[in-house]
């Protein structure tokens, strides 16, 4: 498999010509990525990737320069790691344009975990194809969805043991939500106008460098399959297996075995930075409370 196998159009500006597309499908663990009815091979692209990849902000919390160019997104998610929803959606969005799939990448306010006004840091992806049009969002992380949603008012989909909705507001604004504690919450809201690649590059600097990016502030990781969600918050660590929510925190001692939990290993120097940030040492002359 080339990774022009699917081209015939013009030069992306997204920059798909520069993703693999066989190292993509060894990532995700898929062997073939091009056949069946494209509806349910879009629904198997986007399980596999989120089952397969894992929201991860370690970058960002170490201060670590990120990339957004394809290939670099491919070297980095193809190891051992993970990444924000830049690198995961913009990733994703080439794939799918390989596949034949028209993609517009939108740009969202994340609603989840608070009010008041956000800017429009998130990306999804519009996807179309013949007749059909979906939401995708392979990088939202905690509470995001398996498989994508139909993009339509009112279509709701059911999806380990969660339900989503999306729903048109007043135009041009949309909101995907998510039915917990018996409401419906907010994810994000998001207009259909198609985003270009210098507007992402703003929000991606915005949530790698600002003091108030929630993205800096400490670990995020989510992994999601078909079997179980794992999520990380700081030292809380959160697996929910059918329906039943186990709870821990992370020690220093479990530090490197719970992050290959999300499949992530990080090399020696790395880790060893990690384990300071999250377990600093006391002060000399200080007591330990």
């Given at each position: 498999m080339t990774p022009d196998m699917y081209d015939d159009g013009p030069p992306s500006p997204w920059g798909r010509e520069q993703v693999d597309l066989s190292v993509y499908a060894r990532r995700i663990g898929?062997?073939?990525?091009?056949?069946?009815?494209?509806?349910?091979?879009?629904?198997a692209l986007h399980r596999a990737h989120v089952g397969a990849i894992p929201f991860d902000n370690l970058d960002l919390v170490a201060d670590v320069p990120v990339g957004l160019g394809p290939a670099e997104i491919l070297?980095?998610?193809?190891?051992?790691?993970?990444?924000?929803?830049h690198e995961h959606n913009l990733l994703f969005g080439c794939v799918l344009e390989h596949l034949g799939y028209?993609?517009?990448?939108i740009a969202a306010r994340v609603r989840l975990g608070g009010e008041g006004p956000r800017p429009r840091t998130h990306m999804a992806l519009r996807v179309r194809r013949g007749t059909h049009t979906w939401l995708c969002d392979v990088g939202f992380g905690v509470q995001g969805f398996l498989e994508p949603l139909p993009l339509y008012d009112g279509a709701t989909s059911h999806q380990l043991g969660q339900t989503f909705r999306v729903r048109a507001l007043s135009s041009p604004f949309w909101t995907v939500e998510v039915y917990q504690e018996g409401h419906w919450t907010a994810l994000y809201h998001f207009t259909l106008e198609p985003q270009q690649p210098v507007d992402f590059v703003v929000a991606h600097h915005f949530l790698a460098t600002h003091p108030r990016s929630m993205l800096r502030r400490t670990p995020l990781l989510q992994l999601t399959t078909p079997e179980a969600r794992l999520h990380l918050r700081g030292l809380d660590l959160?697996?929910?297996?059918?329906?039943?929510?186990?709870?821990?925190?992370?020690?220093?001692?479990?530090l490197e075995a719970d992050l290959a939990c999300f499949g992530i290993r990080l090399p020696p120097d790395?880790?060893?930075d990690l384990e300071r940030r999250l377990f600093p040492l006391p002060l000399e002359g200080k007591e330990t409370p």
């Open positions: 898929l062997r073939d990525l091009g056949s069946g009815d494209p509806v349910e091979r879009l629904r070297r980095k998610l193809s190891g051992p790691r993970g990444g924000c929803c028209r993609v517009d990448r959160l697996e929910i297996r059918a329906g039943v929510q186990h709870a821990r925190r992370l020690t220093r001692m479990s790395r880790l060893s």
